[in-house]
Each structure stands twice: as C-alpha cells, then as structure tokens.
C-alpha cells in the first residue's frame, strides 16, 4: 500500500525509462537491500521447487528485460527471487532504439516498449558478475540473443560459466532479423550449435501465439524442435506485439497483467502436447499468488515477471509467496510438486 500509494504515484510524475534508471541506480547499491532481506526474505520449504535440475527457493523468478547488464544481480536476489533471468545481453554494445521507447499504462497495469536489446556487451556483463558478491546470491540464468548463430554461440560459450542455464530470447518484438529462427530448420542450427557449447541448462524464449489454428500448429513445431535439438526448457512467452504511434519506431511489444490469459492458455496447449518433456515457464501477466498457482496448475514449473516488481514495488515477492500458500491451503495442496505433478506427468 505504501509503496503504491506514494512512492508508485510519485514515479509515475518522472517519464518511465528516467524512472526505470532511477530505480537502477538505488538498486546497484547493495547494501540496504542486503540489510532488509535479513529481516524479509524467508525460506518457506512448502514452495522449494527446481528448474532443469537447479534448487529454487520458489517458482517465482524474475523476468529478462530488467537487469539488462547484470548490475543488480545482489540486490534483486535480495527481494527474495527465486532465480534471476538476467539480459537480455548482446555479444556486442549497442544502443537500441531511440526515445521514447517505453511507456506505462497504470489503468492497465502495463508497459508497453520498444527498447530494441539495449546492451552494454558481453565484456561488459562478465565484469559486473565478476564484481559481484556471491553470498546469497540467487541462481542467475543468462538471456542472450542475436541473429548471427556464431555470436549466439559465442555468447553463450563466453557467459555459461558464471550462471545455472542460458536462456535464448529469439522472440522481441522490437527487434529486427529474430524471426529467421522461427523457421524450424533454422531454430534447429542454432540449439545445435549453441548445445555443443554448455551442458547447462538452455532455455529457449519464445514469441507468443494466437489461439488459431495455424498459429498454433506453428508454435506446437517450434517446440518440438526444441526438444528434439536439445533445449531443456521454453519460456512462454515475450512480450506480445502491439502499434503505437507514441513509441519511436511506431510498435514495440506490451506486457502487463493482460497477458495472462494467453499465457495460461499457451503453457496448457504446450504441456498437453509434450508431457514431462519439457521445462516450461510462463511469463507474461503473473503478478498474484492466484496467478502463479493457475500458472503451475496449467503445467508451469516456474513462472517470471517484472510489471508485477515495477507496480506491486519491491517487496512484491514476499506478499506473492504469501498470497501463493494461501491458495494452496485453500485447495489443500501441501507442497509445490503437488499442483504441477499431474500435468508434468504424462498421460
């Protein structure tokens, strides 16, 4: 209440990306987060889970887009995330598209971007992980992206050693030359390729789909590739598309809570077709408790995201875990693995 009440409010006065920075620059000092999370974070062992093998203290993990250069890593493991997807890094530094490129919608609960894979480059991210304390510090999956194979595999060859898994982005809207790995022989060369370069974990983001029946059948092959070129998991999925005239590029890509319909509708469509053969992980509109217990019971392991961080405010972990085992207890489920374990197994 405090935080939407007045410090929200208060944001909301600044334009959005001068009040994302703003938030950044209180989040890399590490420091008073450390000292809150002494008194806030809790281990709650009815909600440990895992992903692709590594513990987690949840299934709620934060979503790549907002620590794009992997600054806060300490302090944002502090806000009781169960993991951190990190990114999205380019091999390379580069601007991304110009401003205005992001934009809130309150009534909504939404943000709308076009921020185009701002990076300052794979140097840069392995300095800043270098640069970080490690004590407490929560699973970090590296989101890398591009349109070159060899740069993705260089990436990922490069960042591997210093995260759990790597998760590759082939889905922004907002950035041009990524649809070449929609087509399935091209998605096959580039998990191959990358495959041959981490045992870790690799996770594979991909774009959000239509429930037609074209669409559908196109994102169910998608998958199938995925598995069968050797990814451990999908994240389901980025942020949808959407024009608007107030972006700088005309369009860029919406998130908020919105999307979770779609999300609970795509996760489902993707566990019913492949069983236990696949990770999944849903992002896009989760920002209750209600909303990550639909997400696992649709065949979730864990779920992502950042609009619920930037309008619940940073705390918002802890009132979800909270909100998450009240569910629970009211549909008399004990434990995390009870509520995905029928979907997880196959028919």
Not at 174 to 195: C, Q, W, Y
């Amino acid at each position: 209440m405090l935080y939407r009440d007045l410090i929200l409010r208060q944001l909301q006065f600044l334009p959005p990306e001068t009040a994302q920075n703003l938030a950044e620059l209180f989040l890399r000092h590490e420091t008073p987060w450390i000292l809150l999370g002494k008194f806030f974070n809790k281990d709650i062992s009815e909600l440990n889970t895992e992903i692709c093998g590594v513990p987690l203290s949840s299934p709620i993990g934060l979503a790549a887009g907002f620590d794009k250069d992997f600054r806060m890593l300490r302090s944002l493991s502090e806000l009781d995330f169960a993991y951190i997807t990190a990114g999205t890094v380019m091999l390379h530094p580069q601007p991304g598209h110009s401003k205005p490129r992001l934009i809130r919608d309150v009534e909504r609960k939404a943000i709308l971007n076009c921020l185009g894979f701002p990076s300052k480059g794979m140097e840069f991210v392995i300095n800043s992980i270098n640069s970080t304390s490690k004590n407490r510090l929560a699973p970090i999956f590296g989101s890398i992206s591009g349109t070159d194979i060899g740069d993705l595999k260089e990436s990922c060859m490069r960042l591997a050693s210093f995260v759990s898994g790597i998760e590759i982005n082939i889905s922004s809207p907002n950035t041009a030359g990524l649809k070449t790995f929609h087509d399935p022989i091209r998605l096959s060369e580039m998990i191959t390729g990358v495959r041959d370069k981490t045992e870790k974990p690799l996770i594979i983001k991909l774009p959000p789909h239509k429930n037609e029946s074209n669409e559908i059948d196109a994102a169910v092959k998608l998958v199938e590739v995925c598995i069968d070129s050797g990814a451990d998991g999908i994240t389901v999925a980025n942020s949808h598309p959407i024009k608007d005239s107030r972006l700088s590029v005309g369009e860029g890509g919406l998130s908020g809570s919105g999307l979770l319909e779609s999300t609970l509708r795509m996760v489902s469509c993707f566990r019913s077709n492949f069983g236990p053969r696949i990770t999944i992980n849903a992002c896009g509109g989760i920002f209750t408790g209600d909303d990550v217990f639909s997400a696992l019971n649709a065949g979730a392991n864990t779920t992502q995201l950042y609009s619920a961080l930037v309008y619940r405010g940073p705390f918002a972990i802890g009132h979800i875990k909270k909100e998450l085992l009240m569910r629970m207890k009211s549909e008399g489920i004990q434990k995390i693995s009870d509520i995905n374990s029928i979907k997880t197994i196959s028919d």
